[in-house]
């Protein structure tokens, strides 16, 4: 694939990849959205490196790849209801993401994507480990894609707030998605279940259920699937939440790491 404006440094050859020659804070012109928006459905996590994103700044990149999705468990900023802060610290009792996930897959319509921009890291530790779900499925034998295919699953975030936000009397959401989806751009089958959302697929016995889930979340953690990035201060993720799940490693405690995240809206999975 051909760039003129920005350089694309692949991390792996199945996922991640470090983007250069651009500045995310201007206003992106259509050449530069293109490319952009080619790399992310070729490598579908895209690293950056020295961004300075003002609130302002950080939404409007957002929104140059679609509404803004607004979370709905976190609250977000008082004055930019579309940022969630990002924050760990020495009175924190648990960090977001811990857990193999890909975000607000429990909504009816999940995100297409994040763009998360840290700008305080502890000085080792804080990853964050993304894994492809294409890779995930094209790994899959002929006769488990064929089994998964026709089947379903709950997904689910409401045994996750209640235990963290015990006194919000609140129902969160709860739906049904496709094990396999199909990226609505790219075509490609993709693994959609995951460790920290996916409570049981329908077609099959609890028994079975639990037995197939947990054959598909340790296969989700196969490094062979997988990238990891490390954090500096003033770097950006932007992950296709489609095709992608992430682990945000908690190995820093009592140090802090802070940033703040914009979730661009999705359609239902098919
Ligand atoms: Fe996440």
Known sequence: MGYELIQVRPMTKRIGAEVFGIDLSQPLGNQAFSELHDALMQHQ???FRDQQLTHESHKALGRSFGELAMHSAVAGLPDHPEIVAIHADEKSTYVAGEDWHSDLSEDPEP????????HTLPDAGGDTLFSSMYAAYDALSPAMKAFLDPLTAVHDSNHIYRELFPDVQK?????????IRTHPVTKRKCL?????KTVRINELSKKESDAVLRFLFDHVKDPNFQVRFRWQPNSVAFWDNRC????????????VR??????????RPF
């Open 45 to 47: 996590v895209l690293f």
């Open 111 to 118: 995100p297409m994507g994040s763009i998360l921009y840290m």
């Open 171 to 179: 129902t969160y959401p709860r739906n049904t998605h496709p094990v």
């Open 192 to 196: 959609f279940v995951s460790q920290s």
């Open 244 to 255: 992608t799940q992430h682990f945000a490693v908690w190995d820093y405690f009592p140090d």
């Open 258 to 267: 802070s940033g703040f995240r914009v979730t661009v809206a999705g359609d």
